[in-house]
């Protein structure tokens, strides 16, 4: 990897994964999770649950995934909240992915990727979510900033909302499914790469079995839709079948509803990190 100024991400991701599980957590400050927190809807709160679960799970879990939507929604206050977030869980040991879910022309790329993949940008943080739907292409200075930084970007391909499935599943001229030509192609930008490169994509727990084929994705497979969308940890068997061992499995509510007890917290994500690991020994 030529340029790169430390390991890539695809080794940090499963270093982090040999040493904690496969586990991302969701941080999602929903008003009905702050409401059952005993939490108002300010700023203040969210920074009171999103800090709880920062020190509940950095030290455990290998990923957090913060939902920038959930603190832009206050404004400045929020983001301020979003950046202490990221930093801290960074600094407890976790990988952070930022999930913003962006995708523009390849300039406007350009300076995505500088506000969340640039070691000095207030919000850096190890990976980011990207939507490819302005073209694969378009997210080429994401990609390069990416591996130039150490950092991931996670290119969504099959999610695990309903409303995907026409456009997803469509079937290019070649008969592929646009899913599919996403995963193909972020493989071609990983090849190569041990023990995997440093772009993965997202395919929803909950789309069907074998419905994608990941052999030649070299990546990681963020794989969202556990719990409160319908996804069973068992599930993940049935969809992911031999690629089994690329998902990095994606909860929020499920587990964000064991708080605020930290010690709730933590028990929840290990609750779902062992059946998961179970899952992978069968
Ligand atoms: O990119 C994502 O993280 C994502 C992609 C997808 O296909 N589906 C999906 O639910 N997500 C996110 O994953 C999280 C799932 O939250 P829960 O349904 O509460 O576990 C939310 O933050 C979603 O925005």
């Excluded at 890539?8 to 270093?15: I, P, T, V, Y």
């Amino acid at each position: 990897m030529t340029g790169a100024v430390r390991s890539g991400f695809g080794k940090r991701l499963a270093d982090a994964v040999r040493a904690r599980g496969a586990l991302c957590v969701g941080i999602d400050p929903h008003p009905s999770l702050l409401q059952a927190w005993n939490l108002d809807e300010s700023p203040g709160s969210v920074e009171r649950f999103a800090m709880t679960a920062v020190e509940a799970l950095a030290g455990e879990v290998a990923v957090l995934k913060p939902q920038s939507a959930f603190f832009e929604g206050y404004g400045s206050a929020g983001v301020a909240v979003l950046e202490k977030v990221v930093a801290e869980a960074r600094a407890a040991g976790a990988l952070v992915l930022l999930d913003v879910k962006r995708g523009d022309i390849g300039s406007t790329m350009t300076a995505y990727a500088n506000a969340y993949l640039d070691e000095n940008a207030p919000l850096a943080a190890d990976a980011v979510t990207v939507s490819p739907y302005l073209g694969y292409g378009s997210l080429a200075p994401a990609l390069g900033i990416a591996e130039q930084t150490g950092r991931g970007v996670f290119v969504l391909s099959r999610t695990s909302n309903p409303e995907g499935v026409g456009l997803q599943r469509a079937a290019q001229s070649e008969g592929r499914t646009v899913a599919q030509s996403i995963v193909d192609a972020a493989g071609e930008t990983n090849a190569g790469v041990e023990p995997m490169g440093h772009v993965g994509v997202v395919a929803g727990a909950t789309i069907r079995s074998g419905e994608l084929d990941f052999s030649r994705l070299n990546g990681p497979i963020l794989a969202p839709g556990l719990g409160a969308q319908g996804g069973t940890v068992q599930s993940l068997r049935t969809v992911f079948g031999s690629a089994l061992p690329q998902v990095l499995p994606v909860t929020a509510r499920d587990v964000l509803g064991s708080g605020p007890d930290v010690a709730g917290l933590r028990s929840a994500a290990r609750r779902v990190r062992d059946e998961f690991a179970a899952q992978l020994a069968v």
